[in-house]
């Protein structure tokens, strides 16, 4: 019997395992760490903010960050603290949940050398921002970037957090939200005074709170 001679588009198999290439780590887009990767399972809880999106938010903060205690909610690979201490901030706080992606922060805090300046929170940041915060006697960066579907399916309680961000955070601190295009921020505390930017499909607002 002849041997059987393979199809025109080869085995399916292969091809299938040629359609599921390894998700593509984050990279740190400035500052000092420029260029290093960041530990990323791909897994489907994780939604890294979108480079652009991320070179856009800094560029608006520039050279505001420095010295400031980055505080990174639903914080995910880590991506927005990770990038806040490259362009200089002083420490770092992240929350995240899923106990595996929070370990993948922390061997990313420990590959880029800055352990010593990180806090890694394996919690629910709703439970977490009730109790506990960072220290009040540096500025903050606050980084609220969780999944988008909370907006719509848990709006009170991204509400409350956000509200108690803005109440906790020292002067001359800045809170970043980002959300989807949905999502009216005049629902947000000081709603005028947020400075609103589209990056379609994401929205992203700053909040400088102590400032006049």
């Given at each position: 019997m002849p041997?059987?001679?393979?199809?025109?588009?080869?085995?399916?198999?292969?091809?299938?395992?040629?359609?599921q290439t390894p998700p593509?780590?984050?990279r740190i887009i400035g500052g000092r760490l420029r260029g290093k990767k960041l530990f990323y399972s791909g897994?489907?809880?994780?939604r890294p903010m979108k480079d652009r999106v991320r070179e856009a938010v800094f560029n608006l903060l520039g050279p505001a960050i420095v010295g400031k205690h980055a505080l990174d909610l639903f914080a995910?690979?880590?991506?927005?603290?990770?990038?806040?201490?490259?362009r200089g901030a002083a420490a770092a706080t992240f929350v995240e949940r899923h106990f595996p992606t929070a370990d993948q922060i922390r061997q990313t805090a420990a590959s880029l050398g800055v352990a010593d300046r990180t806090r890694v929170e394996a919690a629910n940041t709703f439970i977490w921002?009730?109790?506990?915060?960072p220290p009040q006697d540096v500025p903050w960066v606050a980084f609220v970037s969780?999944?988008?579907a909370l907006f719509?399916?848990?709006?009170?309680?991204m509400l409350a957090l956000i509200g108690r961000v803005i109440d906790l955070c020292p002067p001359e601190s800045i809170v970043v939200v980002e959300a989807d295009e949905p999502f009216d921020f005049q629902c947000l505390p000081q709603a005028d005074r947020w400075d609103v930017r589209n990056y379609r499909p994401a929205v992203v607002g700053l909040l400088r709170p102590g400032s006049a």
């Open positions: 041997a059987r001679r393979p199809s025109a588009g080869g085995s399916p198999r292969r091809s299938a395992d040629r359609d593509t780590p984050p897994d489907e809880r994780t995910g690979t880590g991506a927005l603290g990770f990038e806040a201490l490259s921002i009730q109790r506990d915060s969780p999944p988008w719509n399916e848990q709006l009170d309680a």
